[in-house]
């Protein structure tokens, strides 16, 4: 079973400009997450995406967004990028089974992405 | 919300020694406590995970025990290889925050040859 794909892998991109990263989860996956990991915060929760609706949110600003498609693929964005935004960014999913049993992440690689 | 707390933050360790990896959490409503090894270039993947039903749980060279009286959770890693440096993540997550999950800092193992 192929494992959960993000693309690109590096990215670099400069301050101002907006950015998409992708994320294929694993087959029969329906639950998607991103977490940015950065040195200084660590893993720190974005958002997850059940059958294309946003579940949970992370305190992240506006500038931070994504979707999910009829497909269970799904996209981030970042709009109007600061160089604190330089981070890797990680996609995950997960068979959720029901509201009353959490299910482990699997995660992807990441996208490395640098603000210049 | 959630805090998790890990320690220590680096560990270094002889081979074929055991490692133990110590992570508290802060909100009593969670109940999956899943730890993660990531290597370098890599993204975490997931080693072992336990319910807040079960006090403790192995697989092969892999233990985690939870004390939910005192919201502790730890890693035992026995007979310890080269290969199991990394970093090491534990998490927890309840079901009032769904899949969202709340990582440690993390603890970089080295593992001496």
């Not at chain 1, 799904?74 to 960014?89: H, I, K, Q």
């Not at chain 2, 985690?64 to 502790?72: D, I």
């Not at chain 2, 993540?89 to 001496?112: D, I, K, W």
Request: proline letters at 5%; charged letters at 15%.
């Amino acid at each position: 079973k192929a494992g959960v794909t993000q693309t690109p892998r590096y990215l670099i991109k400069t301050r101002g400009q907006q950015v998409t990263l992708s994320c294929s989860p694993i087959s029969g996956h329906r639950s998607v997450s991103w977490y940015q990991q950065t040195p200084g915060q660590g893993l720190q929760f974005l958002f997850e995406y059940f059958s294309e609706t946003q579940r949970n949110k992370g305190n992240f600003p506006g500038r931070f967004s994504g979707r999910q498609f009829s497909n269970s693929r799904s996209e981030m964005n970042v709009s109007t990028l600061e160089l604190g935004d330089s981070a890797l960014y990680l996609c995950a999913s997960s068979f959720y089974l029901r509201q009353e049993y959490n299910s482990p992440l699997h995660f992807g690689n990441g996208t490395r992405l640098t603000v210049t | 919300g959630e805090n998790v707390e890990q320690h220590p933050s680096t560990l270094s360790v002889q081979e074929g020694d055991s490692a133990v990896i110590k992570c508290t959490y802060s909100d009593s409503a969670s109940n999956y406590f899943p730890w993660y090894k990531q290597e370098l270039g890599k993204g975490p993947q997931l080693i072992i995970d336990i319910r807040s039903n079960v006090g403790e749980k192995k697989d092969q060279r892999i233990a985690v025990t939870l004390n939910k009286t005192a919201k502790h959770f730890s890693l035992h890693i026995t007979e310890t290889q080269p290969e199991d440096s990394a970093v090491y993540f534990c998490a927890a997550s309840s079901l009032n925050y769904g899949q969202n999950f709340v990582f440690g800092p993390g603890t970089r193992l080295s593992v001496l040859p």
